[in-house]
T-cell receptor
Framework: DGGITQSPKYLFRKEGQNVTLSCEQN?????MYWYRQDPGQGLRLIYY???????QKGDIAEGYSVSREKKESFPLTVTSAQKNPTAFYLC??????????????FGPGTRLLVL | GQNIDQPTEMTATEGAIVQINCTYQ??????LFWYQQHAGEAPTFLSY????GLEEKGRFSSFLSRSKGYSYLLLKELQMKDSASYLC????????????FGAGTRLAVHP
């Protein structure tokens, strides 16, 4: 069964704490993405990676960091520098963009709450 | 700037037809996606348009007019399970698989 998994489903962060959200895919996709979803707003791109060991900032990368050591995995760390981290975080993947747009497929999401 | 506009909420009756509109203003255009998202769940892919015209897929159809910066999603024979948010997303030109998302349209289907 191919798909994208995210864990945990819910995550609580204390002030000043870094937390890491997991994203794993077994779709053999080269490209992976992290989005943030807030009520009343569209999904906003945090980081994306088109290939292992390479990643780029999206529109709202401040306060976040990522790594891409394996094709299947793209973890997102929410650092203490992110002052408003409460949101629904969605991971997505796609085949690698060449000359045409590729459909992005989403994981089930992680809801991050600040204590 | 980049802007995607959709109505915030719509209501419809089970068995009816509903049209959800999306207008966009982006720096270039390389395709438009529609996703369905049930509350608290992942968006799921519905349709993709890159050329003008209507794409039909079962009960769902999506239309695109590039000259007008306009798309709509048409849902026929509405079912209660169609109650969800519908997200419009555009890929502007820019060298990678970037998507700009609208805020979504929350559709409530009533008996």
């Amino acid at each position: 069964d191919g798909g994208i998994t995210q864990s945990p489903k819910y995550l609580f962060r204390k002030e000043g704490q870094n937390v890491t959200l997991s994203c794993e895919q077994n779709l053999n996709h080269d490209a992976m993405y992290w989005y943030r979803q807030d009520p009343g707003q569209g999904l906003r791109l945090i980081y994306y990676s088109q290939i292992v060991n390479d990643f780029q900032k999206g529109d709202i990368a401040e306060g976040y960091s990522v790594s891409r050591e394996k094709k299947e995995s793209f973890p997102l760390t929410v650092t203490s520098a992110q002052k408003n981290p409460t949101a629904f975080y969605l991971c997505a993947s796609s085949t690698r963009w060449e000359e045409r747009v590729e459909t992005q497929y989403f994981g089930p999401g992680t809801r991050l709450l600040v204590l | 700037g980049q802007n995607i506009d959709q109505p915030t909420e719509m209501t419809a009756t089970e068995g009816a037809i509903v049209q959800i509109n999306c207008t966009y203003q982006t720096s270039g255009f390389n395709g438009l996606f529609w996703y369905q998202q049930h509350a608290g769940e992942a968006p799921t892919f519905l349709s993709y348009n890159v050329l003008d015209g209507l794409e039909e897929k079962g009960r769902f159809s999506s239309f695109l007019s590039r000259s007008k910066g306009y798309s709509y999603l048409l849902l026929k024979e509405l079912q209660m399970k169609d109650s969800a948010s519908y997200l419009c997303a555009v890929n502007p030109t820019g060298g990678y698989n970037k998507l700009i998302f609208g805020a979504g349209t929350r559709l409530a289907v009533h008996p």
